[in-house]
């Protein structure tokens, strides 16, 4: 439940991908390979003060995993409360002109970040799988209140030797009236 708001594109999940990359074998009992990785996070976290969980979008990566893990079998309970706190808060933000500008501006950045996937970025037809749109040409990220902000810790993998901008396209075509220049 890392980041739960940001299901895709999550730099704080992704963060967490260290610890298990430090987990190189183990027994297939069910408990030894997520102890190891609960270990490594444990030790990640010694000397900090723990956060606030209420505040979960002000966590590392690791005191939000913590947090559920320490809850044992209270850890759905833990997470419906959070989920239903935060889709109370979207409810409410998006009967907002606000809101509503800022939940598209979220969607064509995440069009954005999508586009730049190596196994995506090759695709031709992106045009035509996303609007195009001059709305977010910065990556944004959800936050548990409803709100949104800016992405400053995510990086796109490197595109495609042939990746092309999304859009490009749109942008190339000629406007209606005009005539294209090719014979």
């Known amino acids: 439940m890392v980041d739960f ?11 967490l991908m260290r610890y298990a990359q430090n987990v190189s074998t ?17 030790t990640a976290v010694q000397g900090q003060t723990p956060c ?12 939000q995993f913590l947090y559920y893990w320490n809850q ?14 935060y889709l109370n808060s979207i409810g409410s933000r998006i009967a907002t002109t606000a809101g ?3 939940y598209m501006t979220l969607s064509v950045s995440r069009g954005i ?9 090759n695709l031709y037809e992106f045009d035509l799988l996303l609007p195009c749109t001059s709305l ?13 902000s800016t992405q400053p810790s995510y990086s796109r993998p490197p595109p495609s030797p042939t990746w092309k901008p999304p859009c490009a396209s749109a942008a190339s075509a000629p406007t209606p009236g005009q005539t294209s220049s090719s014979p």
Do not use: H
Not at 26 to 42: C, E, H, M, R, S
Not at 136 to 143: I, K, L, R
């Open 5 to 15: 708001q940001n299901p895709m594109f999550s730099p704080a999940r992704s963060s």
């Open 26 to 42: 183990g027994k297939t009992d069910g408990n030894d390979i997520p102890n190891q990785f609960v270990a490594l996070v444990k």
């Open 52 to 63: 606030d969980p209420t505040k979960s979008s002000q966590c590392s990566a690791e005191w």
């Open 72 to 85: 044992g079998s209270n850890w759905q309970t833990a997470a419906q409360t959070q989920i239903q706190s």
């Open 100 to 102: 509503a500008i800022d």
């Open 113 to 121: 970040q999508f586009s730049n996937y190596p196994l995506v970025s």
């Open 136 to 148: 977010g040409n910065v990556f944004y990220q959800m936050n548990t209140d409803g709100t949104i």
